[in-house]
Each structure stands twice: as structure tokens, then as C-alpha cells.
């Protein structure tokens, strides 16, 4: 398994303390070690780090660190390998374009079975199952729409597509366009709105502190999304099995509740809201 | 206008030496300070840095310098904008999934026009020309082959498309996917393959002399292919206008010569050799 980290915000910011948490995760307090991978959007642009060195040891990690990238959406992913190598092209994020759009994702879990890519619009390029899954998914958009459509129904095919999916595995992910965020969790995924008035908080993984008020607006708004919380205390959401959620500047636009079971078998996917 | 640079090896090798020349002409010794971007392929993955600040002094490029990273496939690109604001999706190289493979081109020119992209199957991201003529490229090639052809069939399909592309303006292009390098001149290209007996070199920008006797091994092959040579003690070969240039580890597998004269108005493009 591995472990997702995602921020969506209302103004570029910086995910060095949130990162550099989650970092220590890929060999010092937690085992995913198989690589690591960031993608930060820049306008309709990203700037990707990959490596296959653990996360917290990694020198493109500590360059990232002193490089301080503000951005809108990140997507950053520690791996413990489950299917394919450990090796560059099986290091999430993946990312695709679709409708002349940076489309990033990353996945944790497990899929036991995969659909058949042979006609696939997209093709996976290493052995992973998260890739080909990410791949599926953009196939199936792709071939329901040939221009892009507005938010409302891309979060309903998402959300269609993934059902389908999700019959073969454990499949929590985090996407993006760059524009919003969408996270669905299977069994594990958390998530706070970091905005005003701001305080403090410190990191679970080394006890390291941050006064948000030395760096935020008034007007700021930060939301990260991520497989375990990374603070002591704040407030984060646990998603339920088979929930949703779609965030645009760093606010819920959309939100699929799922059930507190872990497994889903009655066909309903909880309630839908869109603002 | 641009600068463009590619190896093509037959065993992982550091770019250092000739990327340190070549990121001195991004602001230092020449004025392609509008960003730069290198993609090593790893495998079939990539890794790729991207950055809107001159190469010459962008954080980035030295923590390539730091990393030490070795790829039988390079390419890399600095930029003195044309067409398109200076921000990272309009950073070569630009990258496209086609057959299950990275595809990686980075582009030296001005097109003054461009063919309709509206029903193209890959959509450009960014503003430039160059990406536009690469996703153009890249749909031509996946509409006439819905599965991954030869070599051979690829480079001759390559070949026509260019041709259609040089109508529009200049052209010059390194492309990769990770096995073999084309690279295709309109007005400005040169290359060299290094191998035994292994001599020094002394880069044109700063003066620096590497002794490729302390690093190679007797079996070892690099080919760098660039805008303008890099080096003053080796022989570059110049390429011609509408010179085509096919590398696969290190060997010249395929060439179209080209023609002396910057304009090819013929229909002809040289003698084609494929070995």
C-alpha cells in the first residue's frame, strides 16, 4: 500500500510542512519506501519530482524543500509496492493530458483485477495497476466526451467510473486538473480546511510546530487531503468507504457522503450535494 | 529562438558535462534565459525538471547538477520565447503517452502557422508552436498506426509529417521515446558520437576540459546532438537543411542527408539510408 497527499488552495501556497511530514512516512516513521512522486500545477503547467529512493532520504526531496514552490494543487504519493517494480515508471503521480488539460493522479490500494486496455485511448507505460486504472479512467471520459464538459458531469462520470473500478479492489486516489481536486476513498482517506482565524499546529511524525498566522492571509484557504492525518491538533474528516469529495479553491463543490462500512454492496453512493 | 540538446547512449551516462556548457547560453554566454527543461528517460519512465528562471542560475538546474543522473536518453531544451508567455507549460520538453511509451520532443523554430487541432486526438497544453506541431505530430502517427509499428514505418512516417510541419516555418526538433533519438534540422543542428579510444574535450562556454578516459569504459558510445557544438577540440557534424538523424544506442541507425541550402522546395529529402 502507499500513502496520498493532495493540497487545494485559494492562493499559491507552500506544502513544505506538510511534506516534509508525510516525507518522513517513506522510511523513518512508516515503511513506503518504494519511491516517491510530487506534481505541482503552475497555471496549465506542472513541475513533477519522481524518485525511487525512499521520500525521506531522497536528495530531490531535500531540493524541493529548499526550492519553496507555491502552487494551487499538488499531488504528492509515498509507495510501498504492491504490483510492478520498483522503478521510475511505476512512480505515481501519472499523468496524462486530456482536453488539453495536466490530468494528475495517484493511488493507494490494491486492484486484483484489471479491465481489458487493449483498445484503450490511453495506454499504461509501467506495470502498475494504479496506471492502468488511472488510464481506464481517462479512456472512459475520453470516449463519453469529446469536448470537455462542465465540473457537474465529469464528478458524475468520475464517480460511475469508479464504481466500476472499485469492484476490483481497494482503490482510494486523488485527482486533478489543476483547476479542482476530487479524492475517493476506499478505506482510508482524511481531509481539513486550513483558514481563517489560523493557529498553530504540529506535525504528528516529528513533533514539529507551524503558527499558520506567520504566514497566511485573511483571506487564505488551504485544504489537504491524505491518507492518515499529519497534525496532532486539528480537526481532520475522516472519508467514509465509497465517499467523494471536489474541492476548487480549496472549497467542497461537491461531496458523495459514502457509508461507514468498508464495503459497499448495495449500489447507492450515499448522498450527492454540488455547490 | 531556442537551443536544443539530446544523448543517446548505449549505457546510462551523466550529461553534466556538456548540460553545464549548454545552461550557460540560458542567460550567460547567450541570451535562452526565457526557462529551460531536461527530461531523462529511466526505463520507460522520465524523469523531468522544468524551470521558468534562465538555466544558467535556476536552482533546479543545480540540483541536477547535485543528483548525478544517468540515462541512455536525454533531451533538453532552453528557451528564448517566440510564441507563448514564459511559464511552465510552455516549457520544452513537452511529453505525450503514445503506444504505452513516453514520447519526448523539444523544438528550436518558429511555425507562422499552425494546422486545426480541433479534431486532433492530443491537445497542446500551453500556447507555443512547438507543442501544437508535436501533439499534431504525435496524432498523425497514432491515426495512421493504431498499434506501435517499426521503426523503420515510424521513421518514415516522421519524415512526412515534417515535411508538412517545415512548410510552416523552421523546424528543427530532437524527439525520443526512450530507444532511439531523431532529430530532424531545418536550419541548425550538429552531432558527435563519442567512443574508444576516448580523448579530452574543452567546452566552448566556460573553457572546462573533461578527460572522458577517467569516466568511460572501453565499450561505451554517447551521442549528443545540439544546436551549436559544445566542445572545441572534437569534430561536430553539421547537420544539413532537411537532414534527418535516427540514433539507437549511440549508433546512426537511419539518415536522410538533407540539402545544403536552408530551403528544400524539391519535394526531395536526400538519400535515406537504414541500417
Given at each position: 500500500?502507499?500513502?496520498?497527499?493532495?493540497?487545494?488552495?485559494?492562493?499559491?501556497?507552500d506544502i513544505v510542512f506538510s511534506f516534509e511530514g508525510f516525507r518522513r512516512r517513506a522510511g523513518l516513521t512508516d515503511c513506503h519506501s518504494d519511491g516517491f512522486g510530487i506534481a505541482f500545477f503552475e497555471g496549465k503547467g506542472i513541475r513533477v519530482f519522481r524518485d525511487n529512493r525512499p521520500g525521506h532520504s531522497s536528495p530531490i526531496a531535500d531540493c524541493i524543500k529548499q526550492y519553496n514552490i507555491k502552487s494551487l494543487n499538488v499531488v504528492a504519493h509515498i509507495r510501498k509496492a504492491t504490483q510492478g517494480d520498483v522503478n521510475i515508471e511505476n512512480t505515481h503521480p501519472f499523468i496524462r493530458e486530456l482536453w488539453g488539460e495536466n490530468w494528475v493522479f495517484a493511488h493507494n490500494g490494491n486492484l486484483t483485477s484489471l479491465p481489458d486496455m487493449t483498445e484503450s485511448i490511453f495506454q499504461p507505460i509501467g506495470s502498475t495497476d494504479s496506471e492502468t486504472a488511472f488510464c481506464y479512467m481517462l479512456s472512459q471520459l475520453k470516449s463519453r466526451f469529446a469536448k470537455k464538459p462542465n465540473e457537474q458531469d465529469i464528478f458524475a462520470a468520475i464517480q460511475e467510473i469508479t464504481k466500476e473500478l472499485t469492484q476490483r479492489g481497494t482503490f482510494n486516489f486523488i485527482l486533478s486538473n489543476g483547476k479542482w481536486m476530487i479524492a475517493h476513498c476506499s478505506?482510508?482517506?482524511?481531509?481539513?480546511?486550513?483558514?481563517?482565524?489560523?493557529?498553530?499546529?504540529?506535525?504528528?511524525?516529528?513533533?514539529?510546530?507551524?503558527?499558520?498566522?506567520?504566514?497566511?492571509?485573511?483571506?487564505?484557504?488551504?485544504?489537504?487531503?491524505?491518507?492518515?492525518?499529519?497534525?496532532?491538533?486539528?480537526?481532520?474528516?475522516?472519508?467514509?468507504?465509497?465517499?467523494?469529495?471536489?474541492?476548487?479553491?480549496?472549497d467542497k463543490v461537491a461531496e458523495i457522503l459514502g457509508v461507514e462500512s468498508e464495503i459497499i454492496d448495495d449500489g447507492t453512493l450515499g448522498v450527492q450535494t454540488f455547490a
Open positions: 500500500m502507499c500513502q496520498l497527499l493532495g493540497m487545494n488552495c485559494n492562493t499559491p501556497t478505506t482510508n482517506l482524511h481531509y481539513l480546511t486550513r483558514k481563517a482565524p489560523f493557529g498553530k499546529a504540529q506535525r504528528i511524525d516529528d513533533d514539529n510546530v507551524i503558527d499558520f498566522r506567520d504566514y497566511a492571509k485573511e483571506t487564505d484557504k488551504v485544504t489537504i487531503i491524505t491518507t492518515f492525518p499529519l497534525t496532532k491538533d486539528e480537526h481532520w474528516n475522516k472519508m467514509m468507504s465509497g465517499g467523494f469529495v471536489m474541492f476548487k479553491d480549496s
